[in-house]
């Protein structure tokens, strides 16, 4: 029974100093095995049960086969934090006392990480959002850097203050000067794609910067519209594919649009395709919305 509920916790895992601190030895673990109660899936660390482990069981045992002190990191624990979605790949782990190399399937780093910077997430030790954002700094691409950064802030997983905290206690992190210059560029937070692809043209064009995701209380109703000029009284609505193919949505973006219109703002709904294949014309649409009335 203890079995099971130690594997419960920790996603279907176990590793073999927990079975032998459960009292069972070479033998009985290898009977177990041969009944197909227990599935290896990395060196010292079983599947109770069936082999089919979830993505967060996949994690805990890669962290497991690691030893004591081992922390989910990198892609791994930017996807279990729920910051990126998984690709398959070797799962990184960091272990302070250098085990873990040499396993397949996951890629181990020895190195220190402040206490400050661990978290425990569905019983698994995981680097913090702030240093999981300045551990893929180190070898992620600027633009994707800045995506990852700006989809934190809007889910609320980080924001300046952790970031600029996590740098702090980080000198000489190979990431820290990639974050760093992110950072002091001012990265706004965005809720999609498309309005990141939006914001960075109209940024590059040299447009004046618009407010992002800005509260609004308009007949009693909080309404946050995308990209906002707030002197210009102007709305830029990022229509992507989701609201394309759901009819609730623009129902209720049709809402929202009416309610903005009826306090005197005026509305640009934008595609995905506009702002990817004429991008020009859209720069256009927005700079003609934003002239002064003759």
Same mark, same amino acid.
């Not at 070797?90 to 220190?112: E, K, L, M, S």
């Not at 990852?148 to 996590?166: D, F, M, P, S």
């Given at each position: 029974?203890?079995?099971?509920?130690? =594997?419960?916790?920790?996603?279907? /895992?176990?590793?073999?100093?927990? %079975?032998?601190?459960?009292?069972?030895?070479?033998?009985?673990?290898?009977?177990?095995?041969?009944?197909?109660?227990?599935?290896?899936?990395?060196?010292?660390? !079983? /599947?109770?049960?069936?082999?089919?482990?979830?993505?967060?069981?996949?994690? =805990? *045992?890669?962290?497991?086969?690691?030893?004591?002190? *081992?922390?989910?990191?990198? !892609? =791994? #624990?930017?996807?279990?934090?729920?910051?990126?979605?998984? $690709?398959?790949?070797?799962?990184?782990?960091?272990?302070?006392?250098?085990?873990?190399?040499? +396993?397949?399937? +996951?890629? =181990?780093?020895?190195?220190?990480?402040?206490?400050?910077?661990?978290?425990?997430r569905g019983n698994v030790r995981v680097t913090s959002p702030a &240093?999981? +954002?300045?551990?893929? /700094?180190?070898?992620?691409?600027?633009?994707?850097?800045?995506?990852?950064?700006?989809?934190?802030?809007? $889910?609320?997983?980080?924001? @300046?203050?952790?970031?600029? $905290?996590?740098?702090?206690?980080?000198?000489?992190? &190979?990431?820290? #000067?990639?974050?760093?210059?992110?950072?002091?560029?001012?990265?706004?937070?965005?809720?999609? @794609?498309? $309005?990141?692809? #939006?914001?960075?043209?109209?940024?590059?064009?040299?447009?004046?910067?618009?407010?992002?995701?800005?509260?609004?209380?308009?007949?009693?109703?909080?309404?946050?519209?995308? %990209? %906002?000029?707030?002197?210009?009284?102007?709305?830029?609505?990022?229509?992507?594919?989701?609201?394309?193919?759901d009819p609730l949505a623009q129902r209720s973006d049709a809402a929202?649009?009416?309610? %903005?219109?009826?306090?005197?703002?005026?509305?640009?709904? +934008?595609?995905?395709?506009?702002v990817v294949n004429h991008p020009q014309q859209t720069l256009a649409?927005?700079? #003609?919305?934003?002239?002064?009335?003759?």
């Open positions: 029974m203890r079995l099971a509920e130690l =594997a419960a916790e920790q996603g279907g /895992a176990v590793a073999t100093r927990q %079975l032998v601190g459960l009292g069972l030895d070479g033998r009985a673990i290898h009977v177990r095995v041969q009944r197909g109660q227990l599935h290896r899936c990395f060196h010292g660390v !079983y /599947a109770v049960g069936h082999s089919a482990l979830s993505l967060t069981g996949h994690f =805990a *045992a890669a962290v497991l086969a690691c030893g004591d002190g *081992a922390i989910l990191m990198r !892609y =791994a #624990a930017a996807s279990h934090l729920a910051m990126l979605a998984w $690709e398959e790949r070797d799962v990184d782990v960091a272990t302070p006392r250098g085990r873990g190399r040499g +396993i397949p399937g +996951i890629r =181990a780093h020895r190195c220190r990480i402040d206490p400050r910077d661990i978290w425990t &240093r999981t +954002i300045l551990d893929l /700094a180190a070898t992620m691409a600027a633009h994707d850097l800045r995506r990852l950064v700006r989809q934190a802030q809007a $889910e609320r997983h980080v924001n @300046v203050r952790a970031l600029l $905290e996590i740098l702090s206690r980080s000198r000489g992190h &190979r990431g820290a #000067a990639k974050l760093r210059a992110l950072i002091v560029d001012g990265p706004t937070p965005t809720r999609s @794609v498309l $309005e990141d692809h #939006a914001l960075e043209l109209i940024l590059h064009a040299g447009i004046e910067r618009p407010e992002v995701n800005p509260k609004l209380s308009l007949d009693g109703r909080s309404i946050e519209p995308d %990209l %906002l000029w707030r002197r210009q009284r102007l709305v830029v609505e990022c229509d992507g594919r989701r609201w394309h193919g929202r649009q009416a309610i %903005l219109e009826a306090h005197g703002h005026r509305v640009l709904r +934008i595609t995905w395709e506009q649409r927005i700079r #003609a919305a934003l002239a002064p009335s003759p």
